[in-house]
């Protein structure tokens, strides 16, 4: 059964620190987003690649946020420093080519003390 | 992308038909109404997606009016495992996945 795996499921980090999150894309899909969910603003798009070439990462705060694809089977999203605020759920979802449909990840639930 | 109005929450008994609300009233002639759901703790998950013309799949059904203003995600037989939250989101079609634009969608319950 083919998904999206994220890793870690989980991360509790300090303020300050680096955080790395990791996103295997469902294999043959040349779409890749990154959301991110809180209570307060819901799910927001953050960035998105098609053919590992990012299309917009306009939601995402350029400052200490920064999203990559190092090869079609690897999406990550680094925040550097991590402040309590970056505290949320980040989903990566993938779409194939040829097809309009997004398949989501588990997410990863970060939260920076 | 057009704007879309759910209700905030909807209750159902197990085993009826749950009927889910979307009002698009500013959708244009090229943009598709889809629909996905996301179960506690989980990513979202499609459901469903169309034009004009009522579609069907093995997990629900989509009514379009005909002034394709509104929608309405039908599941046949709710079960316990349907309870989500369920969002409507209206894009344009390019042929790939594109942005999802998410609302604050319909929490539906459903009850025993």
């Known amino acids: 059964d083919a998904r999206v795996t994220q890793t870690p499921r989980h991360k509790v980090t300090e303020m300050g620190q680096e955080v790395t999150m990791r996103c295997q894309p469902i294999?043959?899909?040349?779409?890749v987003f990154w959301y991110r969910q809180t209570m307060m603003q819901g799910l927001e798009l953050l960035a998105y690649?098609?053919?590992?070439?990012?299309?917009?990462d306009s939601g995402m705060p350029k400052d200490r946020f920064s999203a990559e694809m190092p090869d079609a089977t690897l999406a990550t999203l680094k925040i550097q420093p991590s402040e309590p605020r970056d505290s949320a759920v980040y989903f990566c979802?993938?779409?194939?080519?040829?097809?309009?449909?997004?398949?989501f990840g588990q997410g990863t639930r970060l939260t920076v003390v | 992308d057009a704007k879309t109005t759910q209700p905030p929450s909807m209750d159902c008994a197990e085993g009826r038909a749950a009927n889910l609300p979307c009002n698009h009233s500013?959708?244009?002639?090229?943009?598709?109404v889809y629909w996905y759901r996301q179960i506690h703790s989980q990513g979202p998950q499609y459901i469903i997606h169309?034009?004009?013309n009522n579609e069907t799949n093995e997990m629900a059904s989509l009514i379009i009016t005909e002034d394709r203003k509104s929608s309405t995600l039908i599941l046949p037989h709710a079960t316990l495992r349907d309870t989500a939250v369920y969002y409507c989101?209206?894009?344009?079609?390019?042929?790939?996945?594109?942005?999802?634009?998410f609302g604050t969608g319909t929490r539906l319950q459903v009850t025993l």
């Open positions: 979802a993938s779409g194939p080519p040829m097809n309009t449909e997004a398949f």
């Open positions: 989101i209206v894009r344009s079609n390019t042929g790939t996945a594109s942005k999802l634009t």
């Open positions: 500013t959708i244009s002639g090229n943009e598709y």
């Open positions: 690649f098609r053919n590992r070439a990012p299309l917009d």
């Open positions: 169309g034009l004009k």
């Open positions: 294999l043959g899909h040349n779409t």
